[in-house]
DNA sequence: ATAGCGTCCGAACGGTCGTACGCTAAAGGG
DNA sequence: CCCTTTAGCGTACGACCGTTCGGACGCTAT
């Protein structure tokens, strides 16, 4: 999937203009996840590195094209601190967790400063049209994608109960990621972190229990009801 | 709520400034649920109304005081449309369920041309500090607390198992209606809506099954892993 | 009849937006 | 050594932003 991400923007860092517009995407992405991809300007963006208005625009072109410049290295960042930290567990169940938990600590490390890139743009252009939206809509697609094959292969595997519906399950650990980055911006409170883990955890079968326990139903390893500690 | 919602804005539309200032909010909150708060502008409004800039700015005095008044007619809306649906219920899981049920449906009936205005908004103005961003916060937080409330009664009643995490519900059931508006409106898909109910069922235990099922653990009603059908 | 007030308009303000054009200065290969 | 390319700057533009101000109009009460 990197290798679509990365289709769009030239890997040459090594030239200067490669190194300027490298300067100009990290920032860029850095405003964009707390003010947005419409809040990011040309104008402050130039001031913040010391560039003027017109030379910046003349590594793009169009703020549009910085944009999807913007969501593509967003991606980039996103994929390699998350799917990429998942690529050592085995495909399947464990590859789920990991992805599920490399997802959680991608927030705690801050790896955006105003909390999951995807969310906030989703969010923002969920209800306009055009170029932006479709690639926003289209790297989220493939991180859900990515999660339902793995819950396909755990239930192939039988560390999820045959006949689960990989779309619920997507649905409601995307939920879970929601709720997480909702709690964290919205609220500031740390506690999510557990909550969501938790939730996980409750989704997915405790990592001890449903890995030794037999695949269906029997002692509901992990199903248990929501309980303190 | 209703009361403290409704302190802000002045209740009367009998007069001219009323029903036009009725007016300007009514198209305000429809703009501003599908543009955001910060893409909602003077100007358009309106233009949308066929008034001046300065006669649409002559009711609020400010930008600023434009949005809290459209944050307050959303928060209005929003509790009426969903809260209010579900006072027939009995306090605890009763009223949970239909909260919940409530919520899922104000995006079916499309309340807001732009999906739930308060996950929007909440997003937009999630990474910023002010006014806007407090009274957001504080009506998310009103909702969540009305929420965490029947969660309690229905562990007192013996409706869901003694031990419940409020906060852990709540966060999750978050999650699953932040899912379902997520799903419905990036990718346009109104299968969202079964998954969503199958979600909240889930974790408030299937309504046949809960109701007739013993309090504590037992059969584990409702609690069942995530199977298609 | 007239004074006053509520309601809204039109024009204008300074500011910021994205974008276009033309220039300079350095770099690099023939 | 020249000539082209590259990288960036400065200036200017038209559009739109939120906001201010003075005035027009109609209703109401005196």
Known sequence: ???????????????????????????GVAVASTEGLEGLTI??????????????????????????????????IFFRETADHAIGAAPGLPRLRAMCEAWISHLEREVFPGGCFF???????????????????????????DLRLHVRLAVQAGDLPAGTDSDQVVFELVGQMLALNHTLRLHRDRGGFVRARRAMARLLGQPEATISAPPADAPQPGRAPVTSA
């Open 1 to 27: 999937m990197l290798a679509i991400v990365s289709a769009v923007s030239p890997r040459r860092s090594s030239t200067e203009a490669g190194r300027t517009r490298a300067a100009i995407l990290a920032r």
């Open 43 to 76: 104008g402050r963006l130039a001031t913040d590195l010391g560039l003027s208005k017109s030379g910046l625009l003349g590594h793009f072109g169009s703020k549009e094209s910085l944009q999807l410049a913007v969501v593509d290295t967003a991606a980039e």
């Open 119 to 145: 969310t906030a743009a989703a969010s923002e252009y969920d209800d306009r049209d055009g170029p932006v939206r479709d690639a926003v809509a289209g790297l989220v697609g493939l991180w859900e994608r």
